[in-house]
């Protein structure tokens, strides 16, 4: 069910990017489709159904990149739209946030792109929606930053480093947070 997720997200937002006037709103909106389409289709909405956002924002994230969506862009605006979506159907935005920004990350990950700064914009564009959801940005922040860090383990030290270096020295970030959230990933 991943591989066939993660291949309908890309392919939607290959498909919406391709032609639009403005790229970032059709990648958002095709995400968002994606991820209401995906937990209405469930029924009720778990922790388990939520992993399918992950896999939304994977294939969405590498969708934007191969059309020349930088990783910045798409990382942000894929996470964004994935908790709009989860909020519109009612499901729990915070643990979404953070299984978008793993997604997202992966995906940069996987089109070879930058994943500290993917993960940088990840959080930020969690901080945003939070903020415009009314869900605490402190929360999504956490959940961002472990689900990022996350992502980034399983690509591998490397990446992991980055990733946490690139979090700690985010000037847009609140540094006590990420530092927080960093230390219980069990890694610094």
């Known amino acids: 069910m991943a591989a066939n997720l993660i291949t309908q997200a890309k392919e939607a937002v290959v498909a919406a990017i391709e032609g639009a006037d403005d790229v970032l709103a059709a990648l958002r909106g095709a995400v968002k ?13 778990t922790t388990a159904t939520l992993d399918a956002v992950t896999d939304i924002a994977t294939g969405a994230t590498t969708g934007a990149g191969e059309v020349g969506v930088s990783a910045v862009d798409a990382s942000s605006n894929v996470i964004r739209a994935a908790i709009g979506g989860v909020s519109d159907v009612g499901g729990d935005a915070v643990t ?25 914009a990840a959080v930020e564009g969690a901080m945003d ?3 415009s959801i009314g869900v605490s940005t402190t929360e999504a922040v956490e959940e961002a930053v472990v689900g990022a860090v996350h ?38």
């Not at 489709?33 to 909405?45: C, F, P, R, S, Y």
């Not at 978008?100 to 792109?113: D, E, P, S, T």
């Open 96 to 120: 979404a946030v953070g299984k978008a920004a793993r997604g997202a990350v992966a995906g940069v990950a996987q089109i070879g792109g930058d994943v500290g700064s993917a993960a940088v």
């Open 129 to 131: 929606a939070a903020g």
């Open 33 to 45: 489709n994606q991820v209401v389409g995906t937990l209405k289709d469930a029924g009720e909405i």
């Open 151 to 188: 992502a980034a383990d399983a690509v591998g030290s490397e990446a992991g480093s980055s990733v946490r270096k690139a979090l700690k020295s985010a000037a847009a970030l609140p540094r006590d947070v990420v530092e927080k959230a960093i230390e219980g990933t069990g890694k610094e």
